[in-house]
């Protein structure tokens, strides 16, 4: 059975860091989603949750950890703080790919002028999609008979 680190909890973070500028830059363990990891007592913990509560305190209850950097990897206590799941949301959108307007629909065709239609709700629709759209709903309807070839 492996051994567990008994050290501080600050000691094992400032062992894993590289000061670049402002940032902390965690070299330890990234997980997939770019945040820094260290095991404490066997249990994987996010590194910049660790940093916050060993240098400024315990987080409260339904608070996240905001990176004021933009930084995931970064682990300055001067560069997060302690805020609401909405909060850490409204500061994110800015810098979110999927908040920032499409210019061209899946198509490539672009979202300007006349190809541009604004439906109820604000939703955006490229005109040229449309029409192939209803184009080939055409297609599979099955066309109208006259009355007269009904009622023979």
Not at 12 to 27: A, D, H, K, N, P
Not at 80 to 89: K, P
Not at 102 to 119: K, Q, W, Y
Not at 142 to 148: I, R, S, V
Request: contains cysteine; charged residues 30%.
């Amino acid at each position: 059975m492996r051994k567990l680190d008994v050290r501080p909890i600050k000691v094992r973070l400032m062992e894993r860091i590289s000061v670049e500028g402002e940032c902390w830059f965690w070299t330890g363990t990234i997980n997939p989603k770019g945040y820094g990891s260290l095991s404490v007592r066997g249990r994987c913990n996010l590194a910049h949750r660790l940093s916050y509560e060993a240098f400024c305190g315990p987080i409260g209850d339904g608070l996240q950890i905001d990176h004021l950097c933009r930084n995931r990897a970064c682990i300055n206590p001067d560069h997060l703080e302690a805020v609401t799941a909405s909060e850490n949301c409204k500061r994110a959108a800015p810098f979110h790919p999927g908040s920032r307007p499409r210019t061209h629909c899946l198509r490539g065709h672009e979202f300007a002028g006349d190809n541009l239609f604004v439906g109820r709700g604000g939703k955006r629709y490229c005109r040229a999609c449309c029409r192939i759209r209803e184009a080939s709903r055409r297609h599979y309807r099955p066309t109208k008979q006259p009355q007269a070839e009904r009622a023979a």
